[in-house]
């Protein structure tokens, strides 16, 4: 599973699946069993990364790029569930929460259908992915990630995207 890391939780299975002919509208995803058959997955192990690493095009040859806010490579186990290492955050490390406010963005190579990942954030914060296609928004969803519950939560539209941004909203630090 690909997987950013955030803040005290948060970890990312970034799963891209490839651009099916269809017209079905975009649906949120919350079930990682749901993830179509044949899709890449990217485990942050695939490539040795020094802790702290800023994400940017390392994974280029798998067909996604993260940035321009950073993200981090983080190699430490997280004592979340569903959060193992590998995986990425934004709150840098070591630890700097004014790291952590900002939209994340996934670019994908070429168009795909789905992206899923599994994600936490502090308490009363929730998740928010945009999809889009060029500089059209195909479709936002707000996602319940709250501390303590490993969420998986993804995009699936059959048109296809190839970019994905993933912001921390909420009360607290937006720590993901």
């Given at each position: 599973?690909s997987?950013?890391?955030?803040?005290?939780?948060?970890?990312?299975?970034?799963?891209?699946?490839?651009l099916?002919?269809?017209?079905?509208?975009?649906v949120?995803?919350?079930?990682?069993?749901?993830?179509?058959?044949g899709?890449?997955?990217?485990?942050?192990s695939?490539?040795?990364?020094?802790?702290?690493?800023?994400?940017?095009?390392q994974?280029?040859?798998l067909?996604?790029?993260?940035g321009?806010?950073p993200d981090?490579?983080?190699?430490?186990?997280?004592a979340?569930?569903?959060?193992?290492?590998?995986?990425?955050n934004n709150?840098?490390?070591?630890?700097?929460i004014?790291?952590?406010?900002?939209?994340?963005?996934?670019?994908?190579?070429?168009?795909?259908?789905?992206a899923?990942?599994?994600?936490?954030?502090?308490?009363?914060?929730n998740?928010?992915?945009t999809a889009?296609?060029?500089?059209?928004?195909?479709?936002t969803?707000?996602?319940?990630?709250?501390v303590g519950?490993?969420?998986f939560?993804?995009?699936?539209?059959?048109?296809g995207?190839d970019?994905?941004?993933?912001?921390?909203?909420g009360?607290n630090?937006?720590c993901?």
């Open positions: 599973m997987r950013f890391e955030s803040r005290v939780v948060g970890v990312l299975l970034v799963v891209a699946g490839c099916a002919a269809s017209s079905a509208g975009a949120p995803v919350t079930n990682p069993a749901l993830v179509p058959p899709s890449t997955t990217i485990t942050f695939e490539i040795a990364l020094v802790n702290g690493t800023v994400m940017s095009n994974y280029l040859g067909g996604v790029t993260f321009p806010a981090y490579y983080y190699d430490t186990t997280s979340y569930a569903g959060i193992t290492a590998p995986s990425l709150w840098g490390n070591p630890i700097n004014a790291l952590c406010p900002g939209v994340r963005t996934i670019t994908f190579s070429q168009a795909v259908d789905f899923g990942f599994n994600v936490q954030t502090n308490t009363d914060d998740t928010r992915l889009y296609m060029g500089a059209t928004q195909v479709e969803f707000d996602f319940d990630t709250g519950v490993q969420y939560i993804g995009f699936s539209n059959a048109a995207f970019r994905l941004t993933v912001e921390v909203i009360p630090n937006q993901m």
